[in-house]
């Protein structure tokens, strides 16, 4: 789990369906220009809003891709319950090489409570898990410690963090240097996580963008620290710019307008994005 994974979005048809052609363009593209690996079914690709036959196709384009490619497929998994959420890994297992289990979101369970959960999944499946600690969606913050305890867990591959800030205990998750992957989730902090000591991230912008990203966790790695500032700064106003509204909805916008996806809908109760917000993303991505 090192470098730039692309969180996929899931393209529809003008009819409504999932557009299995535009996935398998956007997800070579992804491959081709340096990601080093496939996200699938995370909340980039509407995975809530797709039928279990849908889910089927997304994970089954992007298996066919990451193994034609030698690449990792990771596949989102993880609901509200831990029983519901062992189902949904059990079924998703088999076409993933780890699935990144959302901490319960919601119920604000313990922090014993969300160990516990990682812990029943991982004895349920037999690949890894990413475990994505993303506490302004899910309302459960959980400490440096509990974090800690998680990413000891043998199941546990690593973290995708996800603070919305390089903050206190995202810096002691990565000074502790556990030998376990540390992922940036946040698009906009992905260069100073890497500098950090994060082994990569999983990113959206990434769909639009893999060359540069790929390009920028290399610089980190290299340790050409000029090389990955400039295209930290170069990448961020495009960053902002996807984030401005609700995700995925400026990104599939976006992907259209580069040739990359079909069409731009997304699912209830996401909207299309204003006409604005479309053009100041194209206008940073093409000023890289």
């Known amino acids: 789990m090192r470098g730039t994974h692309a969180s996929l979005v899931t393209p529809f048809t003008r009819s409504g369906e999932v557009d299995a052609k535009s996935l398998e363009r956007l997800a070579v593209h992804c491959l081709d220009h340096g990601a080093a690996g496939l996200v699938a079914l995370g909340t980039t690709g509407e995975a809530a809003m797709l039928s ?8 089954e384009v992007c298996r066919a891709v990451s193994i034609e490619h030698g690449t990792p497929l990771t596949v989102g998994a993880g609901t509200i319950g831990t029983e519901d959420s062992i189902r949904q890994a059990r079924e998703r297992a088999p076409l993933a090489d780890a ?4 901490v319960p979101y ?51 591959a690593g973290i995708k963090q996800c603070a919305g800030a390089v903050d ?61 500032l400039a295209l930290h700064n170069a990448l961020l106003p ?3 710019a996807l984030f401005g509204e609700p995700s995925p909805s400026v990104l599939k916008e976006c992907l259209v307008e580069e040739g990359l996806i079909d069409e731009p809908a997304v699912r209830a109760p996401l909207h299309a994005p204003r006409a604005e917000s479309v053009a100041a993303a194209l206008r940073a991505f093409r000023t890289l």
């Open 52 to 59: 279990p036959a849908e889910q089927r196709t997304v994970l």
């Open 99 to 102: 699935l990144l289990v959302v």
């Open 106 to 156: 919601y119920l604000r369970p313990s922090d014993e409570g969300v160990v516990d959960h990682f812990a029943a999944i991982g004895a349920a499946v037999d690949v890894p898990l990413v475990a994505y600690n993303v506490p302004y969606r899910t309302g459960k913050p959980l400490s440096a410690e509990t974090l800690l305890r998680i990413l000891a867990l043998d199941c546990v």
């Open 168 to 228: 206190h205990d995202t810096l002691a998750v990565l000074a502790a240097n556990t030998g376990k992957a540390v992922l940036c989730g946040d698009d906009a902090y992905l260069y100073p996580m890497l500098q950090l000591g994060a082994s990569g991230g999983i990113t959206a912008s990434a769909c639009l963008a893999p060359a540069a990203y790929a390009a920028m966790s290399a610089a980190a790695r290299d340790g050409n620290a000029p090389r990955g």
């Open 238 to 240: 495009m960053a902002e």
